[in-house]
């Protein structure tokens, strides 16, 4: 069965720091990958995904994650952290064969201090 | 594109009573999926729709149906409402099929309240 897997559940950063999220997965096939963020009160945002073309992602607002199959692992990263970062983010994964269906994990708020 | 729409945005209900949420795709979305997310936890699959037919259902309560209209629009009912119930309901729609087939966009979800 799959699972996604988020080491953390709060992370505090000052303005400015590198930004690290992990996420690990277990899957049984090769995985789609995706991580999402959410703002108070409101619904989920894609902010990248991995799809089993370039391992190295690029996404939206500076983020970009790495899928390394040897680590299982999808950790998320940003080189330099704004207060407007501050919010609840989600990793997911999905398998083709499961029609589209995501496995979240549990969330990481990132808190980023002046 | 208005993207992923859901009503209403909050609700209060009573234990005991039933509840329909709405969802309407993203333009072109044929795919509709539900999410339960409760307090401080990650959203977890209820089901999926596509054709107007329940594709793929997480482990819930048969209390939990749902519906596709042939507009792709979806309703998401509960039945006989527990306290447990209270989260945030959250809509997800895409395209079943081709190169966009593993991309989910989320609405802004309903605030469901059981007292």
């Known amino acids: 069965a799959q699972s996604v897997t988020q080491l953390g559940s709060h992370v505090s950063v000052s303005e400015g720091a590198l930004v690290l999220l992990r996420c690990n997965y277990s899957s049984s096939v090769p995985p789609y990958l995706f991580w999402y963020v959410q703002y108070p009160n409101q619904g989920l945002q894609l902010l990248l995904k991995?799809?089993?073309?370039?391992?190295l992602v690029k996404g939206i607002n500076g983020f970009e994650a790495e899928f390394k199959k040897s680590e299982t692992s999808f950790h998320l990263t940003k080189p330099s952290a704004h207060m407007s970062d501050a919010a609840e983010y989600f990793c997911?994964?999905?398998?083709?064969?499961?029609?589209?269906?995501?496995?979240f994990g549990q969330g990481t708020e990132l808190s980023v201090k002046p | 594109d208005a993207g992923v729409t859901q009503s209403p945005t909050h609700l209060i209900k009573t234990r005991g009573q039933q509840v329909t949420l709405r969802c309407s795709p993203k333009?072109?979305?044929?795919?509709v999926s539900w999410y339960q997310q409760a307090l401080g936890q990650g959203p977890q699959f209820i089901f999926q729709?596509?054709?107007?037919?329940?594709?793929q259902r997480g482990n819930f309560p048969d209390r939990f149906s749902g519906h596709q209209f042939p507009n792709y629009s979806s309703e998401l009912n509960v039945n006989a409402l527990l306290l447990g119930d209270s989260a945030l309901y959250l809509c997800a729609s895409r395209v079943t099929g081709g190169a966009k087939n593993t991309e989910a966009f989320f609405g802004q979800g309903t605030r469901l309240t059981v007292v």
């Open positions: 997911a994964g999905a398998t083709y064969n499961q029609g589209g269906k995501l496995i």
């Open positions: 991995y799809t089993s073309a370039a391992t």
């Open positions: 729709y596509y054709e107007e037919e329940e594709r």
């Open positions: 333009s072109g979305h044929d795919t």
